[in-house]
């Protein structure tokens, strides 16, 4: 049934495919690494592969989208939040978008100090993808101080190399040196290299300005668009050409044996859900679905540098796949963590007895993080003074982790939830729904109306209860794909648990389930605590919900010979 060892890629074997992949100078897929959250991805694999990924002719660029969340990550002195980055304060988009602006940047600089990136390789690009006249033109005319008319005769060339050689003359040399790595120890330049090396600095920079010149060019028609809520591709992609000029650049200068760069890219779902603080983007989920659209595009017509996506975003495990086009758009390699019989080799002989481990998993279940925030716990002062007590046990600290998860993730995502599926509701009656999601026998066909707050918060809470209760009798899990039935995939409950980290859609095999046992109960927990707190009236609308529109989802358990 669902509460057997789940199927694993296993950790030795998913090193070497990433180490395969990234070892490769172009490729022609991404690789999608996806896995509920807790389970090792960034501190058990990454981190013990980043360091070799930048030995010798590799280069790494590893950024964590993450990082700008101030209040939940490590960089600021906390810890990844259990739930998803959605239930978090969105970070700022600009912030975001200048993390990876800034990391594929130095990477080029790095293919300038080795003499694989030039002005001339700059400009063929760039004259690919945009037209550089009059852009180019501006920025002479503009930034340069010089009348616009004297250069109407030149060649698109010859201005790119006129404009090159006034940014390369009106560059500051120390920080050309800086870029460069000149005055470093056993780092010195010839004359020649100097030119050719300040050549390439400038012709980046400029590529870097026609750019930002042509995207004020299109402010008024980004702002419309934002204003009205609709889509264009043309407008989406001009937002993410600096990034995708430079992974571009650095594919075609990629080198075997001698410069290989790859790009890392953490927690890509933060970029999806970043908040626009101004009219001078695109809204999130256009930058990045146009990133990822590109990153695609540059794989299959051209070859791409080695580019790794790592998230806890169950989006990432399916459904990307079907909106990008078709199952095999991306390398998918999924991980659930350890299982009992790894988790016990890891950690049981140095860090829980035998007996504590036969609890943890009964509880908890193998997943890393609960592993290693329980071990904190048992090593604070607080298990000491419970241990004191001859009539207190382990489980005692077991439970205690159990309700500091109830209190501080399960009880705030719920009302993250909530606030979801309220949103639907009103989405609903506003016409904003399709028809398709709210046809007959639909649990969620009938919505309140917008207008009365307390009938919304009555509604959501009831269709919540009763997902939870389905999920329940399906023994926490629910196969999405048998039978090809993915009525599941409408059910709003379902995405509102899944988009704040509680639940996971896993890939293979194709369960909706909590991430991890120890979460599993604290759902229980919250579902018993809220039919305990129900008023009589509440509890006969359950009854009413459950008996006449409840749902039912044990059809799409596990059955028996499945494969």
Partial sequence: MVNKPWR????????????????????????????????????????????????????????????????????????????????????????????LD????????????????SSSQIYKIMSKWHNLNHSVKQVLGGDLGVKGGRFDRLSGLKLWERAVFRLSVRGNVEERGEVLGVGEKGRSLCVEEGEYFKEAVAALRLAKEVIRVQQKWRGNAVRELNAKGGFSRSLAN?????????????SAASELDYFQPKLVINNIDVLKNAELTDDTMVRAPLYHDSLIWRIIALGANERILPVILLTSDSYYSYRAFMDFGFPDIFI????????????????????FSPSEWNVIVEVLGPNPRHLFELYALKQSNYYQKIMEDRSSSFEDIVDAYLAYLQITVVNPAMDKALSLLQKFAIDARSGKI???????????????????????????KLQLLDFVQSLVSTEFGINYLADCSLEILD?????????????YAQREPSFVRPISRGIQRCLVRWFVQERLQMSIQSSLRYMWQRTIRGRSYRHLMLQVGYK
Wanted: aromatic letters at 8%; charged letters at 20%; proline letters at 8%.
């Fill in 238 to 250: 001009s937002a993410t050409d600096w990034p995708c000029l430079l992974l571009e650049l650095l």
């Fill in 8 to 99: 694993i890629i296993p950790r030795p074997l998913l090193e070497t495919i990433l180490n395969n992949h990234a070892n490769h100078h172009v490729v022609p897929q991404p690789l999608i690494l996806h896995g509920p959250r807790g389970v090792g991805k960034t501190t058990l694999i990454l981190e013990r592969l980043m360091e070799r990924w930048n030995e010798g002719v590799h280069v790494t660029g590893y950024v964590d989208l993450a990082e700008s969340i101030e209040s939940n990550h490590p960089k600021h002195g906390h810890s990844f939040p259990w739930a998803s980055w959605s239930v978090c304060t969105p970070p700022r988009l600009s912030n975001v978008t200048c993390q």
């Fill in 102 to 117: 800034n990391c594929l940047e130095n990477m080029a600089y790095e293919g300038i100090k080795l003499g694989t990136i």
């Fill in 434 to 460: 399709s028809k398709d999601r709210l046809r007959f026998g639909a649990p969620w066909r009938h919505p309140p109306s917008a207008s009365n707050s307390e009938l919304l918060s009555q509604w959501a």
């Fill in 491 to 503: 059910d709003p409950s379902a995405l509102a648990l899944v988009e704040v980290g509680l639940l």
């Fill in 332 to 351: 998918s390699r999924e991980t659930f963590g350890w299982t009992p019989q790894e988790g016990k080799l890891h950690m049981v002989d140095d860090y």
